[in-house]
C-alpha cells in the first residue's frame, strides 16, 4: 500500500540533483525524511484504529539521492497482512445475496471460508471510505513544497559556489 509518487516537474532537475548527489553531500535527504515524517505523522492520527496493528506498520523510507519517498504500510509481509485496509480507505460496495440479476441460476452450496458459514446467499453490507492516504499529503503539502525547496535551492547554491571556485 505504499505509495510512490514524483513531483511534477523538471525531469533535468532531477538528473541535475542526481549528479550532484554522485559529487557532495546534498541537503536533499535530510529534507525529503522530514517532510515524509510530517506525512507520516498526519497518516498515523488518521489512520481508523481497531487494533492499532495497521498504524505501528506505517513506515517512512527516502532512498539515498533524496529524490524519491514511501510513505505508508511497506514490504511483502506487511502488504500481505494488511491488505484489508485499501476497503477501509476506498469502501466497499456491498452485496446483497438475494438479487441476482436476470434471474440466472444461483450457486447451490453454501458459502463458507472453511471455518465460519455465511449461509447461502449472505448479505454483505456496504462499508463507508475511511481514507487516510491521500488526506495525510493534501493537509502537509505547502509544508512539504517550502522545505523541498529549500533543499533544493540551497544545494544548487552550494553546488553552484564550488563549480565557481573550483
Known sequence: MARRSRLEGDFKLRKTLRNIHATM???????????????????QELIPMDTGEAAS????????????????????????????MRFVEHGTKGYSGDK????????DTNKSNGGTFFGKYPDIPARAAHPWLRPSYDM????????IEGAISSTLARAAGELGNG
Open 25 to 43: 553531500d546534498n541537503e536533499l535527504r535530510v529534507a525529503m525524511q522530514e517532510a515524509a515524517d510530517l506525512v507520516l505523522a498526519s497518516q
Open 57 to 84: 506498520a506505517l513506515t517512512a523510507f527516502v532512498s539515498k539521492s533524496g529524490l524519491d519517498a514511501q510513505i505508508g504500510i511497506r514490504g511483502k509481509k506487511n502488504n500481505k497482512d494488511l491488505y484489508y
Open 100 to 107: 441476482r440479476a436476470g434471474n440466472r441460476k444461483r450457486r
Open 140 to 147: 502537509n503539502k505547502e509544508d512539504i513544497v517550502r522545505i
